[in-house]
């Protein structure tokens, strides 16, 4: 009698405390997401788009990725040798593993793939300092570089425009026409231009064996959900409506006010993903105002930086100037600036500026112009005359990415570098492609970086770098921002990373 | 009674007009007042006041960056209207020009509205945002795209009322006391066109209003931080959810100063040629 | 009549190139290309230009225009550079989106609008007539995008009754085709169902007050038959030849309705690719929009045509 009311009460116990199987994943169902534009491509290796690669890593993977905390680690590659000089990396893939289209890869594939991207890869720079790639077994890849690289398998690693693996037959295609066949746990069905895209769980997928759990863009990528939707819809008030109505499940990108009006219901969840990118202002160093050192300082003087990031990105932001994120490992807690007026005005007062009306230039996204219109009052109260010149996207990175005339100021979202590591943080700052004006201290400071293999080391040299963005005010980080992503209470263990992932979560 | 006062007396009596004078009168006056009337510096943020809602001490709410609403509306009202009355300008003249010439001149008939034509095959709205994309935004690049897509239509009407005066027989007495064509066009043709071109440029008037809105929203109108009806409404989109009266007052605003600019319109329509069509945008 | 027809299909030709030409000349003058839509903003320069030369937008102008119009006379509109599709195909998967939205707006409202403009015409100068025409110039005064944003707060977050935006096709679902097509359509035939109103009324109010109405009257015909058979009938006539107008007008109206609502349809193409600089998409997307508008204005001439023989002749 004891017995059984000892097995009942601990059966009940059991039950109230949900000890009983944990993760009750669910197969199947079907999960439509909201984004905010289409993907300029589908060809992983020919863009660099954050909608293409919501879309692109969960068809393709890649050999080496990035895990939770932005690390390189395997995850096509078992792992890797190199050799005591650092010029030689011997990558032993995993096998077993198949393509959409029931191919296995080989080593073919990925030398093929990699050799198509140092060819005509979006960010092909990343991989400059490949000399050869062979396939020296039919699972082991050899790669030699030119010079020693610390951050080599950063590179290979980077999200950004990812290094996919794709079939050889596929890599010999043109940019751009390469079919979406890759190894991810999700396979392409369709794409509708202006509409949607969708991809389904590919059931012919192994999860890499030697992990137990998703980790950040490697791990194991197991797939609950069927079909994924991507729906791509540019109105902020169309996704808003569409997540309440259910006619979504997740609207991967909506501001503070919306979100916190669904914060106590059950239905929803509010997920915030802070930090996303970084809000930077640029000078054009190569002419005009910008040329002054005096006048940048007393620009960055004159900023409340608190001000404009709550009114840009509400209830979204953190004032953090480092240029990488926090958790890093070469994070550091710097000082936040505060405004300051009058220093501004004397600061400004031994430069060269005289009043003239300078070019702001911004692309049309609401919090980038919000940004631009508080920068525009703050320094106005110095007697800095700025005018505003909001134009697309197209028009705007044209201009300050390619021409020394036109435009004195220029800020906008820096998303990818801070997260992928100091390496890529500084890249946009050597040979002066950012500011239109090499800084030699910069650059050496990344010729060093690229070539020193000891972290304590490496750290300083970061440290040095953000100084001397800091002393010669080539920049301003004003912070760092992220978004609400919005989804139904139904989707479970969903973690918000830098794409939306959809393995690992299921529908119950 | 004079001709002039008795249809003075005409337009004051029809009640279309007196409403829109007296609405678009309204208009005019709180944009020309803005400067003293509003509560509020319409460019300038505070901080601590943002995204809130219609209250006793901002009647329309704040904005995302603390701005009165109210303020901005009123002032917004001024560049507003001034865009509109530089669109019906430039179109008005621009009209002329063509439609005259078009009209008067056969030899110039046949390829001027060829043009014409072939502006009027875009949707206006398409054509402006085009041009706004190629000249850049700023107030003056919005008037004339807005003016290069309202054209055509005008000088359609004009050339319409020229072709029916032209081969009047008054016209031809004119040229046989040997008068010169700009003599003939001008006092005597363009009298006539007078009327329907009134009724059509206060149409314009109204349509340059809500383009400039459109502009705004799709992302090519007037740089910031000016407070057009349109880039208020741009402004407070994203936000539609959580603080919807961003959006709705300056659409209000809009709906006042455009429906106004109709009923002027319709009232200078009945009193100046009942047998007009009405117009469209 | 027949050759009436010719004629008009030769004169819209000098037309539609004119509309090429001046598309090529706002190509030529608007900067950017859509190699920025590739890369983020840590692009290089060197990145864009690479991926400016895949794109083969780095070739003169000239011989990238030459080519367009060569390839046009083979009925090829080119390939998009960012949808991944040729622009006939893009614009033939959006035509009949576009199509039911303009076509379900028209038909609503002329049905609203006629009615509207009967009925104020029959009570003419009495409150009914004062109230709808007061109506219709509030519908014509407001701002299209103002009213989709504003229905898609009311009527799809704050009491949710119809979906905010997106489409179905009619094929897959009839009843949510509808439902999805509701705000949009209602927000497109706001305008033009004001004007049609007005329109009708004053036409109606000019031929009731015609002689052969008033013997019809005293031939003792009741109310309603002479209304709708003598009126309304001989009314129509000047609405037919606004149609053409209208179709214009609601053409650009679903433009900006489409990007509101998130519509898939021609207005969102063509909008999407000015903004992301998508060249061969613009030139073959306004091109078929005059196209379009053009063909709407020759069936209501060839329309008006057959009703009022005077014009066959004029």
Redesign the interface.
Known sequence: MKKTYLTLAMSALLVLTGAGPAHAQKKGGDVVIGMTAAPPSLDPHATSAQVARNVNLHIFETLYARDEGARPVPDLAEGVTISTDGLTYLFKLRTGVKFHNGKDMTSADVVASLERYRKSGASASLIGAIDSVSASGPNQVTIKLKTVQSTFLGNLSSPRAPIAIMPSEEAAKDMGKASSIGTGPYKFVEYKPDSHIKITRFDGYKPNPAYKERDGFAGAKIAYIDNVTFRFMPETSARDAAVETGQIQLNETTDGPTAKRLRGNANFQVIPVLPFAAMILKFNMAQGAGTDLNFRRAVAQALDLEEIMAVAYPDIYRIDTSWVYGGSAYHSARKTPKQDLAAAKATLAKSGYKGEKLTFIVHNDRPTVDTATVIQQQVSQIGVNLEVKVADWPTTSNLGLKSDTGWNLWTHGFGIEPYEGPASAMAHWVKGQGQRKADPVIDGLFDKFNSEMNVDVQKKLFVDFENQMNDQAIAVNMGNYGLFQVATSKLKNFKAYRIPRMWGVWLD | MTQRASFLRRLLSNRSFTIGASLVGLVLLLALLAGVIAPFDPLKGNFRARMMAPSLQHWMGTDQFGRDILSRVLHGARISLQIGFMVAIITALAGVLIGASSGYFRRLDGPLMRLMDAFMAFPSIILAIAVSSVLGASVINVIFALAIAATPHTARIVRASVMVVREMEFVEAARALGAGHARILFRHIMANAMAPLMVRITYVFAVAILNEAVLSFIGVGPPPPAPTFGAIIANGRDFIVAAPWITVAPGLAILVSVLGLNLLGDGLRDVLDPRMSVNTR | MGRFIIRRLLASI???F??S???FG?LW????????????????????D??RH?LGLDRPFLVRMGEWYIRLLQGDLGT?L????SVTE?IL??LPITLSLTAMAFVVSVLLGVTAGVMAAVRHGRAADQSLMSLA??G????????G??L??LV??LV?IF?????VAFAKDPLQWARHLALPTFTLAC?QMG?VA??TR?SMLEVLSQDFVRTARAKGLPEPYVVLRHGLVNAMV?IVT?MG??V??L??GA??TE????I?GLG?????A????DFPVIQGG?LF??LI??SVNLAVDILYAVIDPRVRLG
């Open positions: 000098p037309v539609l004119l509309v030409l001046i598309t706002l003058l608007v900067p950017g290309d859509p190699a920025s839509i590739f890369l983020d903003a840590s692009a290089t320069a060197e990145a864009l690479r991926v895949e998009s960012l949808l991944n599709r893009a998967e959006r110039l509030l014509l005064s407001i701002p299209e995008f103002w009213l944003l504003v898609v707060w799809a977050v949710p979906p905010a935006g997106d489409y305008i004007f007005r329109m004053s000047p606004v107008i209208m214009g007008a053409l650009g433009v900006v990007q509101v609502f998130s898939p969102r193409l063509i909008i999407g000015v903004l992301s600089r306004l929009l005059a508008y053009l």
